[in-house]
């Protein structure tokens, strides 16, 4: 089946410090990987995501590689801000004939101190 | 211009009631999900559409029940509202596609508040 299976929080840094949010999955075929990011009292945000293996996604200093051999998609980011403080999920998805299927972690918070 | 939007925001009602969120996406996409996160921010696939034919019915009360009345709307009836459905309801959609432009767009949430 598939699944994902991401880091328990909540994680507490201080600013600029550095972040590994740890992220595997289990999959059939191919699927892409996703990281979101949810702020208080909002939706999620695709923060950066990776179709294939040893694709590396980034936006905003997050970054995150597709490791096919380890079956991981850890997002890192070198220097966390306090606007970084949200929830974060791994995701995959799996596409299929009636549509892609996406399958989340169960979300790790993040609170960055100053 | 919102990709995904859904109404209201926040919901408080009765044990008992009966309400809907709507949920609309300008976005051109076949699938559409409803999700339900619990308070600690665990995300639970309620319902999955394409091309407005049920896909995903998990395992669900039958006190809810999806309406999608075109591709780009899906509506969520809840019947007989009971404590235990309080939660923040997100509604998503995405191409059904394998690498590009796959990624799903969220809602920004219903609260539901049962009282």
């Known amino acids: 089946g598939n699944s994902v299976t991401q880091m328990e929080g909540p994680v507490t840094l201080s600013e600029e410090a550095f972040l590994t949010i740890n992220c595997t999955y289990t999959?059939?075929?191919?699927?892409?990987l996703f990281w979101y990011v949810q702020y208080p009292g909002e939706g999620l945000q695709l923060l950066l995501k990776?179709?294939?293996?040893?694709d590396k996604g980034s936006n905003k200093g997050f970054e995150a590689t597709y490791r096919k051999e380890t079956t991981s998609f850890h997002l890192e980011k070198g220097s966390v801000q306090v606007s970084d403080s949200a929830v974060y999920f791994c995701a995959l998805s799996v596409p299929s004939n009636t549509g892609n299927q996406f399958y989340f972690g169960t979300g790790t918070s993040l609170t960055v101190i100053p | 211009d919102t990709a995904v939007s859904q109404t209201p925001k926040y919901l408080v009602t009765q044990m008992g009631n009966d309400k809907s969120i709507k949920c609309e996406q300008n976005?051109?996409?076949?699938?559409m999900y409803w999700y339900k996160q619990d308070s600690k921010k665990f995300l639970k696939i309620m319902f999955s559409y394409n091309n407005k034919e049920l896909i995903i019915n998990e395992t669900v009360p039958n006190r809810f029940s999806p309406k999608s009345p075109d591709k780009a709307h899906l509506n969520l009836h809840i019947n007989s509202l009971e404590l235990g459905d309080s939660a923040v309801y997100f509604c998503?959609?995405?191409?059904?596609?394998?690498?590009?432009?796959?990624?799903?767009?969220f809602g920004q949430g219903t609260r539901l508040t049962v009282v």
């Open positions: 999959a059939t075929g191919y699927p892409s």
């Open positions: 990776a179709t294939k293996a040893d």
């Open positions: 976005l051109g996409h076949d699938t």
């Open positions: 998503a959609s995405s191409y059904r596609r394998t690498w590009a432009r796959n990624e799903a767009f």
